[in-house]
């Protein structure tokens, strides 16, 4: 079973619409991360979280430690949000990154 | 906003030659990570780096790999004989290991090509 799971696969969205992508992982953590990769593949970080919420622009992220569960909403979306969104967790604020398998998002026009 | 660099963006090579990816971390941070990315699958863990030393590398880390710190500000992987299967994206990353503003800073990473 992998340590970190993420739905949808894949999503495609019109542009303006609420999107949610949600994270789930079975391992006690300290940090959940939310990680952004273009085409091109240049990972760019989003949110390091470890309980709450957090907010910047058209994102936010939350996590749920006792569920063991994350979202990341994306607000009136625009296709320049299309990338893959990864998840990853690590189990201490220094411990390697252990990534989900990303959810790829396509933004329409 | 600091950042981690890496060098070169691409780099193609011949099979069995030995290649060096170059990184520069964030200059406060004290942990230092290589990951690698092949295409169409999820990043995977490769090592990390503490005070001078490995303090954890996964299965795909063996001898053909090896890292180093060799001055104040770089920190680099070797990969030795290159296979074809070594074909990836490498990323490099930093952190204070304090979380917060310390937290996790990826590179944008070098795409290694095996010929």
């Known amino acids: 079973k992998n340590e970190v799971e993420q739905s949808p696969q894949n999503l495609t969205a019109q542009e303006g619409e609420f999107i949610t992508i949600n994270c789930s992982y079975s391992v006690g953590i300290s940090a959940l991360h939310w990680l952004q990769q273009h085409p091109g593949g240049g990972i760019v970080s989003l949110f390091m979280l470890s309980s709450g919420k957090k907010k910047h622009g058209r994102l936010i992220a939350t996590i749920n430690i006792q569920e063991k569960h994350s979202s990341l909403h994306i607000t009136a979306s625009h296709p320049r949000d299309s990338a893959v969104y990864i998840c990853?967790?690590?189990?201490?604020?220094?411990?390697?990154?252990?990534f989900g398998p990303g959810t790829s998002l396509s933004v329409i026009p | 906003e600091p950042e981690v660099t890496q060098t070169p963006s691409h780099q193609v090579t011949q099979m069995g030659q030995e290649v060096i990816l170059r990184c520069v971390p964030i200059?406060?941070?004290?942990?230092f990570y290589w990951y690698r990315q092949i295409l169409g699958q999820k990043v995977e863990f490769l090592v990390s780096f503490y005070n001078n030393e490995i303090s954890e590398k996964s299965e795909i880390f063996d001898d053909q790999f090896s890292v180093e710190r060799p001055d104040g500000s770089n920190f680099t992987l070797k990969i030795r004989s290159t296979k074809l299967e070594d074909s990836a994206m490498y990323f490099c990353?930093?952190?204070?290991?304090?979380?917060?503003?310390?937290?996790?800073?990826f590179g944008s990473g070098t795409r290694l090509t095996v010929v």
């Open positions: 990353a930093s952190s204070g290991g304090t979380g917060g503003a310390d937290g996790y800073t």
């Open positions: 990853a967790v690590s189990k201490t604020s220094y411990d390697k990154v252990i």
């Open positions: 200059s406060n941070h004290l942990y």
